[in-house]
């Protein structure tokens, strides 16, 4: 009997339960065989998403808003509606790059699995954005350009050029077949791992953690916990498709390669220290741009360290703030319940190694 279309174009991932798998994360094909598994980390940090699992609606804003009318000046203010319009935003940016461009290349099933989950944690940082829109941002007019964010606010227009730069080089590509092929794949899940999630994002929430330090929003601080675990996850199963990448194809992580990632983080730092420049333009007490400008530094060596790379920028964290946090047991701001989570690095998600 002839095969079906089907079966002809993912018969390259399908191999007898008895037989291992040969082929390579980054090979082309649907493998679809999970017995036996091959890459048992990914299943594993699968599993230990769905313990991570949090809703919306258990984070209370209600003494946010009260800090917004009562506690906050201009430049609080500012600082403030910026973030949450970079949040609305940058998830999304995420989201797409997940279903176009990750989910379709990495070929194991364990790590589409992963994938699934990561993607629903993406929309539920989206439901938790909006809500922050909704509560922060009353005013129609406010709450329409922080939705158009890439359109209306030029540092947050300049992120997502960045983001589109290194990670669309993919976008069109059913398959990822020659060695060059590859390596823009790395370059599309090293931007996705060490600049967007690894960098932009822990940046937004060093500005969330320096306003829980002075007592503020806790109910924003409250949901960060939570995304920042998620994230430490992404970030996690990432580096970890890239080591595994690495180990089987080796000749892929070139000096080539690591000159492009190197000028990738120079950017993205760039594009950083200019919503910085944004984000502070009102004067914010306790935050400058030269610190927040070694703060970036600092995280992208903690990148380049979780790339096998040599440190580039010899920073060290200059917010004392950061090292008063505590994710290993979370206990949020209304005693309503203790949020522990297990996740796959044990030990790792503390600020200091993720950082």
Excluded at 41 to 56: G, S
Excluded at 179 to 191: A, D, K
Excluded at 270 to 287: H, K, P, R, Y
Excluded at 304 to 319: E, I, V
Aim: hydrophobic letters at 45%.
């Amino acid at each position: 009997m002839p095969m079906s279309a089907f079966d002809q174009s993912h018969a390259i991932g399908i191999s007898a339960a008895s037989t291992p798998p040969q082929s390579r994360l980054l090979d082309p094909g649907f493998n679809l065989t999970l017995r036996p598994m091959r890459y048992a980390q990914f299943y594993d940090m699968y599993r230990d998403a769905i313990r991570n699992t949090w809703t919306v609606e258990e984070v209370d804003f209600s003494l946010d808003v009260n800090d917004l009318r009562n506690k906050f000046g201009p430049a609080e203010r500012h600082l403030i509606e910026r973030l949450v319009a970079f949040f609305a935003t940058g998830d999304s940016i995420v989201a797409n790059n997940l279903v176009l461009n990750l989910y379709k290349h990495i070929n194991a099933p364990e790590a589409r699995m992963y994938l699934s989950r990561q993607l629903y944690e993406e929309a539920l940082h989206v439901q938790f954005y909006l809500t922050l829109l909704d509560t922060y941002l009353p005013e129609p007019e406010a709450r329409a350009k922080a939705f158009d964010a890439i359109e209306k606010i030029p540092a947050i227009r300049h992120k997502a050029e960045f983001c589109f730069k290194w990670m669309d080089s993919i976008d069109k590509l059913d398959r990822i077949e020659t060695r060059e092929q590859r390596r823009q794949f790395l370059l599309n899940l090293i931007c996705f791992a060490a600049c967007i999630e690894g960098l932009f994002f822990f940046a937004a929430f060093a500005y969330v953690y320096y306003l829980r330090s002075r007592g503020l929003l806790h109910g924003l601080a409250a949901g960060t916990n939570w995304v920042f675990r998620d994230e430490s996850g992404h970030m996690a199963f990432a580096f970890e498709v890239i080591r595994v990448a690495r180990e089987e194809e080796p000749d892929l992580f070139d000096e080539s390669l690591k000159a492009d990632i190197a000028q990738m983080l120079d950017e993205a730092i760039a594009c950083e220290q200019l919503f910085a420049e944004d984000v502070l333009s009102g004067g914010v007490a306790g935050l400058s741009l030269k610190d927040m400008r070694q703060y970036l530094e600092y995280v992208a060596d903690q990148r380049l360290a979780q790339l096998g790379m040599a440190k580039r920028y010899h920073a060290r964290n200059p917010f004392a703030f950061m090292d008063l946090q505590d994710v290993q047991e979370l206990t949020n701001f209304f005693e309503r319940r203790v949020s522990s989570y297990q996740v796959a690095v044990e030990g790792e998600v503390t600020f200091d190694a993720a950082f």
